[in-house]
């Protein structure tokens, strides 16, 4: 079975630009969730997707939004880039079996975005 | 609010020797407990996982952790570590639909 795939895998930008990134699930997962890695901040969740419905939401201007499809892709967009949105964007996706907490996460390999 | 801490940020161990990494969570009910490590470049691949039950678990690439309720920890072992296990390793606790990570271990392996 596929792993989680991302792309593109690097992307760079300029300031005042937007951006939208891509995220494929393993086959027959239904949720979908983002984080940002930064060196200073770490590891960020930035929200999380599931039946196309933002579920949950990390504390993120509203630069940063995001979309689930039908097909449980998911896509993320940041507009009005930020020299600080520098950053690994990674994805991961889970079953979503119903017992929510119990969940495993598996990560793609991330989009690197590097903002000039 | 979920949190996890990992108290070493940079640990250097020779390779053959055995390797303990620290994590330490807060969290109010039953935790959910995960490790992850990350190569350079890349993204993170799941090393193991605490849901329930017995409290050592075994994971991939010969890791194990253990799950000490009364410490709060869950901390990483591995009893001889190879060249390529040089890479992050992040503690994380499961929260509602989302995963809170620690700030991670850098693991540098000396030959």
Not at chain 1, 17 to 26: G, R
Not at chain 2, 45 to 52: D, E, G, R
Request: hydrophobic content about 30%; charged content about 15%.
């Amino acid at each position: 079975k596929a792993g989680v795939t991302q792309t593109p895998r690097y992307l760079i930008k300029t300031r005042g630009q937007q951006v939208t990134l891509s995220c494929s699930p393993i086959s027959g997962h239904r949720s979908v969730s983002w984080y940002q890695q930064t060196p200073g901040q770490g590891l960020q969740f930035l929200f999380e997707y599931f039946s196309e419905t933002q579920r949950n939401k990390g504390n993120f201007p509203g630069r940063f939004s995001g979309r689930q499809f039908s097909n449980s892709r998911s896509e993320m967009n940041v507009s009005t880039l930020e020299l600080g949105d520098s950053a690994l964007y990674l994805c991961a996706s889970s079953l979503a079996s119903g017992r929510a907490l119990k969940e495993t996460q598996y990560f793609g390999p991330g989009t690197r975005l590097l903002v000039l | 609010a979920q949190s996890v801490t990992q108290p070493d940020i940079h640990i250097t161990v020779s390779e053959g020797a055995s390797l303990e990494l620290r994590c330490n969570y807060s969290y109010g009910a039953t935790p959910y407990l995960f490790w992850y490590v990350q190569s350079p470049g890349q993204g993170l691949q799941l090393l193991l996982k605490y849901f329930s039950g017995d409290t050592l678990v075994q994971g991939i690439k010969g890791f194990e952790a253990e799950f000490k309720r009364s410490q709060s920890s869950f901390n990483l072992r591995k009893p001889s570590v190879h060249w390529s296990d040089a890479a992050e390793y992040f503690c994380a606790v499961q929260g509602a639909q989302k995963l809170v990570f620690g700030q991670g271990t850098r693991l540098t392996i000396n030959p």
